[in-house]
């Protein structure tokens, strides 16, 4: 319920220098007013927005009187000029477990309630403080695992997205306005905009929207991750690569087939790339109907991918089963790179694999070199070397990336309308629904369901 007073933990679990509780709502500073007992001896009502005060943090006994367990800070942001924008304290005590859960008891039974996953956040989109792609750009900086992860989020907590569609979406309204104009008041000698101007204001939007809906190649790759699947017959390094490229020993490593009987999935970062690694199975006839399984997982994986890996001995020429996967490779949707493995033993047979493929690497998962080349190559597959991740509007998730095509095929129809003579109020339609599209991906007009999905990803105490 909106209108509760919620409280959770922020800080991670475990022991540390301090803790801090938040607390927000509208009975936060008269809750945390009988828990926090300022030293200077004024109620924390007293004490001014924005303001740290030092104190006593008590708990109720079991006869009903309260104890001091702590000594602590207590900072007061009164609404709107919060990040909830409600009233909100937040009590900071030292770090100890059972310490914040016993100041967080204290809260509740003072009159809060445990907040839910991303509630703080949720309410802080819900009062105006920040857009949906803003508060997605939050959640990825709290699980950024990456330097560029981390710098695309913090471009998306500014606002770069967000100031990007707002602007597309105020041509779109100003466009509209000017063909409404032309329905409302045909009689009329008013400035309305002709059909050419329309038609070429429309293309101009056109532009903008594929030229924002191409960053998501680099958006996916950087945030979302790229399933990548590592392939090839048995024996030629396909679990020393796997390894490698994770930085430690994650699969098991013999000389012996088979070793490798199902799939294994782990998620990397490669430069800034995200790698969503998997390791297969060697690819070969086998009798052996467990292996068979481990197999058929490893075509499966294939077929999803949207890179591959393909790992082959630059020792030995390619055998008749390997002749095959090279084929299939050719004919796959996805980027195929071939890893030419083993390179530190000498490359007699590379030509006869690099004749099937666009992107080759020489390496040697022994002892990594050639990774190196490797990574660049995946880097310049999926990343778009213009884009400046830390100030650019990028488009990091499906879901803004499925908003941002839905208003291009708008805008699209709405100018194919427009210059097919149709009635302008069927122009008027497809923009509109452009409109729409672009305010999803903000939030402006996006369904109850996709919201909750969004927060539900986040820790209980943002």
């Known amino acids: 319920m909106l209108g509760d007073t919620i409280a959770a933990i922020s800080t991670p679990r475990g022991k540390g220098g301090v803790g801090m509780i938040r607390v927000s709502g509208n009975r936060a500073v008269e ?58 304290v937040e009590i900071t005590c030292h770090g100890g477990i059972l310490l914040c859960e016993t100041v967080l008891a204290s809260v509740i039974a003072a009159g809060a309630r445990c907040a839910e996953a991303g509630e703080f956040t949720r309410r802080a989109f819900l009062s105006g403080k920040l857009g949906l792609s803003e508060a997605e750009a939050l959640g990825d900086l709290l699980e950024a695992k990456t330097h560029a992860q981390m710098k695309l989020a913090h471009a998306g907590m500014r606002g770069r997205l967000s100031s990007r569609c707002e602007e597309i979406y105020a041509r779109l309204c100003s466009i509209l306005a000017g063909i409404y104009v032309k329905i409302d008041y045909p009689d009329e000698d008013l400035a309305e905009m002709t059909v050419p101007e329309a038609a070429e204001a429309l293309e101009a939007c056109l532009r903008d929207l594929s030229s924002l809906a191409s960053t998501y190649k680099t958006g996916h790759a950087v945030a979302e991750g790229i399933p990548t699947v590592i392939c090839g017959r048995p024996n030629v390094g396909k679990s020393s690569l796997y390894n490698l490229i994770l930085g430690h020993d994650a699969a098991i490593v013999t000389d012996v087939e088979g070793t490798t009987r199902d799939v294994l999935c782990e998620t990397a970062s490669f430069g800034d790339v995200t790698l969503r690694l998997f390791d297969t199975a060697g690819l070969h006839e086998t009798a052996d109907p467990v292996e068979r399984i481990g197999i058929d997982r490893a075509h499966r994986a294939m077929e999803e991918a949207e890179l591959i890996l393909a790992v082959f001995d630059a020792n030995v020429p390619p ?21 030419l493995n083993k390179a530190d033993l000498g490359t007699p047979c590379v030509d006869a694999y690099r004749a099937h493929f666009t992107h080759t690497v020489e390496l040697c998962a022994r002892d990594g070199k050639g990774l190196d080349v490797l990574r660049k190559t995946v880097a310049g597959l999926f990343l778009e070397g213009a884009l400046d991740l830390g100030r650019d509007a990028v488009l990091s998730n499906a879901r803004q990336y499925g908003a941002v095509l839905a208003a291009t095929e708008g805008v699209r129809r709405a100018k194919e309308a427009l210059l097919a003579g149709y009635p302008l109020e069927l122009c008027c339609a497809d923009a509109e629904g452009a409109m729409e599209a672009i305010s999803s991906l903000d939030g402006r007009a996006v369904s109850e369901d996709i919201v909750s999905e969004i927060f539900s990803h986040f820790c209980v105490g943002k």
Not at 75 to 82: D, I
Not at 319 to 339: G, N, R
């Open 31 to 88: 809750i945390c007013e009988s828990v926090f007992l300022p030293k200077s001896g004024k109620a924390l009502s007293e004490i001014p927005s924005r303001t740290a005060v030092y104190g006593a943090i008590t708990a109720p006994e079991a006869d009903g009187c309260r104890v001091s367990v702590d000594d602590g800070i207590a900072t007061v942001f009164r609404a709107p000029a919060s990040f909830t924008g409600e009233d909100t």
């Open 319 to 339: 055998t008749v089963e390997e002749e095959a996967l090279m084929q299939a490779l050719s004919e796959c949707d996805c980027a195929v790179i071939a890893v």
